[in-house]
Nanobody
């Protein structure tokens, strides 16, 4: 599966952005999807994930209540709605995929920059 992320940009603190990830290839609904982020000098970390059916979602603690992950298996897309953005949310955001039986994300998109100004 190939992934293409989009939707990043510059936003003021308190604002919102919606990231999208388009997947090409077969059997998108066999893959769990995740959004990761990496800030300068920091390790890449999981922001949110959604399982293959959309029935199970996970959020990192600092994103709960602010971010919402969703997917549309008919359109081969996954989205991350980010509200109440903070300067510490500034990072490059990556979408990733793993086969639903796998424990490792092994398909990655190219990343999209999100910058939140104070």
């Amino acid at each position: 599966v190939q992934l293409q992320a989009s939707g990043g940009g510059l936003v003021q603190a308190g604002g919102s952005l919606r990231l999208s990830c388009a997947a090409s290839g077969r059997n998108f609904d066999s893959y769990d999807m995740g959004w990761f982020r990496q800030a300068p000098g920091k390790e890449r970390s999981l922001v949110a994930s959604i399982n293959w059916s959309g029935g199970t979602k996970y959020y990192a603690d600092s994103m709960k209540g602010r971010f919402t992950i969703s997917r549309d298996n008919a359109k081969n897309t996954v989205a991350l709605q980010m509200n109440s953005l903070k300067p510490e949310d500034t990072a490059v955001y990556f979408c990733a995929a793993k086969y639903r039986w796998s424990t490792q994300y092994n398909y990655w998109g190219q990343g999209t920059q999100v910058t939140v100004s104070s």
